[in-house]
Nanobody
Framework: VQLQASGGGLVQAGGSLRLSCVASGRTFSNEYMGWFRQAPGREREFVGRMSSRSDTYVSNSVKGRFTMSRDNAKNTMYLQMNSLKPEDTAVYYC????????????WGQGTQVTVSS
């Protein structure tokens, strides 16, 4: 089982990026998928999670700016990030598996997002 996150890059403050997380090896259509991020010198931070029914919950720090979606037919989850701020700079990780949305069985390798001021 692999989770491949992509779509990161360098963007100016106020810009947008869309991250993708493609799962291979099994389907997660009936399980939670989530996004986390980790900035240098900081602990990993929860960004958002999405249930199998596409119910979403995002952290207050990104609410109103980030949107999650998923395409179960493609076994893919997306994170649309708008109005990016320098404090959004981090490595973004996707995770999948599990029924709670709190703990996850599988993690991707991360994609770097850098927001310049």
């Amino acid at each position: 089982v692999q989770l491949q996150a992509s779509g990161g890059g360098l963007v100016q403050a106020g810009g947008s990026l869309r991250l993708s997380c493609v799962a291979s090896g099994r389907t997660f259509s009936n399980e939670y998928m989530g996004w986390f991020r980790q900035a240098p010198g900081r602990e990993r931070e929860f960004v958002g999670r999405m249930s199998s029914r596409s119910d979403t919950y995002v952290s207050n720090s990104v609410k109103g700016r980030f949107t999650m979606s998923r395409d179960n037919a493609k076994n893919t989850m997306y994170l649309q990030m708008n109005s990016l701020k320098p404090e959004d700079t981090a490595v973004y990780y996707c995770a999948a598996g599990g029924a709670s949305g709190i703990s996850y069985d599988y993690w991707g390798q991360g994609t770097q997002v850098t927001v310049s001021s």
